[in-house]
């Protein structure tokens, strides 16, 4: 079994790192152990953790996703990187490939998601939508006249792109 877990300075309540592990007890008691380096790089997930240690904080350790195999670990971890990153946590993730999905969300136009609604026989532009206060999740603003009566699935997509000529 395979685990892909956040670390999360519960002081900010932000995402600050995902991974994954075979072995989270292990994997844990490492993260923890960056207290004790002398200078670790300053943009990193070991200098943030060192940090929380020395303002006597302990970072929130979190199960994101548990799969069976590595390979789907892999794939769960940058799933994870790439949600998170995109809801604008500060994430320290050193890979090459995370460090590529951190910046493309980093240049995303969130507040240019629309919130549609699928029915049976069209799609229906239901409001607005924007990034919400913590950055945890976004905020959809309905239409005036707008009422919705479950079971309702709301798909928050970026828009069509405008052909300029």
Known sequence: MYTTYAIVDPRSKLFVYVGQTNDMTRRQR???AARRLRNPPAAS?????????QSKVKPLFIVLEVVETESESLTSENKWVEKIAALGHPLYNRWDEHK???????H?????????V???DKTQKIGSCEPNAGKTGYRVHLAE???LVGPVTIDLLPPKAVDED
């Open 30 to 32: 490492e993260h923890l």
């Open 45 to 53: 997930v070991k200098a943030r953790l060192k940090r929380m240690h």
């Open 100 to 106: 590529a999905l951190i910046e493309a969300a980093e």
């Open 108 to 116: 995303a136009d969130t507040r240019r998601l629309e919130p549609l």
């Open 118 to 120: 699928f029915g049976k």
């Open 145 to 147: 006249g707008v009422e």
